[in-house]
Each structure stands twice: as C-alpha cells, then as structure tokens.
C-alpha cells in the first residue's frame, strides 16, 4: 500500500471505523482511541497491506482490539463508578431505536460483532469470517441466533407501540 493508498482509505473509512467500534463500545474516547489503534497499526503496516483489502484490515484490527479492551475490562470493577449512586432503573422506552439498541446490548459478544457487521455495516458472510476469524458456518450460526435473541426480546409490533 502506497502513502496515497494509506490517506485514501483514511478519508475513505474513518467514519464507518468509528461507527463500528462507537456501536460496540459506547464510549467515544475508547472508540476513537481505538480507531486511531487500528489506523496506526495499519501505517505501521502499510508494506504488507493490500490496498484492496485496507477496509478488511481497520476492521479486523479494530474487531481485535475490542475484543482485548473487553476482556481487560472484564476484569476491572471502577468503585468510582458506583459511589452516589441511586440504582433506580427506567426500563420504560421512548421508541423503537431504543428498543432495539438495548437488545443489540444484551446480546453475548460475538453475536453483537457479527450481527453488527452484517446488518449495520453490510458486510457478506465470507468479508465477516476475515475480520474475526470465524469460519462462515460459524458467522451464520452466530447471526441466526442473534436474530432469534431480538425477535424473542422485541416480540410483536403491538407490544413495543
């Protein structure tokens, strides 16, 4: 990949990179560290990187990261976090983005990337298996039984309205 490669693919995938990883996380420092993570591995990189493929590559390193953040932070319980506190809940919604935000939320890790690659970002099944390195059985396996998840958590038109 060429300098002028490089800066292409910058202005070409920045905004999705960041849509990815702000859907995921729903943090917008972490988010932006890690797209700028992914974009100064790819420059450290760019020799190796084919230009075709740069748009895989910030999505499979970016898929990567996310994957290690989750598990550090996994590990870690802020007590910042919880000091004043109410712990009072609102489970009442608004609209159905809401809705359906929340239930993307509750879905297990893998499913929630999968899903996301596929019906947000509009990836196939085999761009997919690249970018987290699960076979294609696997990506479809992971996608039908998010949906399920969602259909079972939404449930009827009538009762979300």
Not at 68 to 73: T, Y
Not at 89 to 105: C, I, M, P, Q
Not at 121 to 126: L, N, R, T, W
Request: contains cysteine.
């Amino acid at each position: 990949m060429t300098d002028a490669e490089y800066n292409e693919c910058v202005n070409r995938c920045a905004d999705h990179l960041y849509r990815f990883v702000l859907k995921n996380i729903k943090d917008e420092d972490k988010a932006s560290d890690i797209v700028q993570d992914a974009f100064e591995r790819m420059w450290l990189h760019r020799r190796k990187v084919d230009g075709l493929k740069s748009k895989s590559y910030l999505f499979t390193t970016a898929y990567h990261v996310l994957v290690d953040m989750a598990r550090h932070d996994a590990r870690m319980v802020p007590m910042a976090d919880h000091i004043g506190q109410d712990f009072q809940t609102d489970n009442g919604f608004s609209d159905l983005n809401e809705v359906l935000h929340r239930a993307v939320d509750l879905l297990p890790a893998d499913q929630k990337m999968v899903i996301m690659l596929r019906d947000y970002e509009g990836y196939s099944y085999q761009e997919i298996e690249e970018i987290t390195g699960l076979s294609e059985s696997q990506v479809k396996v992971y996608i039908y039984r998010a949906r399920i998840f969602l259909k079972n958590y939404i449930g009827k038109m009538e009762v979300v309205l």
